[in-house]
């Protein structure tokens, strides 16, 4: 499970350090405004997916997808969002 996140992150870079033309990612990474547009649209997909108790779980990969690529382009790690949530377990 941990695999898939990992790989998401690594293709996010991978695109980031070797941009692919024509690839959605590459496109999201170069227009922030996009990117946080589409962070937005697919947050709010996803409560109105819960609320109506359909499409949670593909609702709930678009948001990760796209937060995991909004904060590439904007050079926030994964890594150091983790070591906060770790100092907040207590």
Do not use: C, W
Request: hydrophobic share 35%; net charge negative; glycine share 2%.
């Amino acid at each position: 499970m941990l695999n898939t996140l990992e790989n998401l992150i690594k293709l996010t870079r991978d695109r980031k350090s070797s941009p692919i033309e024509g690839s959605y990612t590459n496109k999201l990474l170069a227009d922030k405004s996009l990117s946080k547009a589409k962070v937005l649209e697919e947050i709010d997909e996803l409560i109105e997916s819960v609320e109506e108790n359909t499409n949670k779980i593909h609702e709930a990969a678009d948001v990760f997808y796209h937060l995991l690529v909004y904060l590439e382009a904007n050079d926030v790690k994964v890594e150091d969002v983790m070591q906060e949530l770790e100092k907040r377990k207590t």
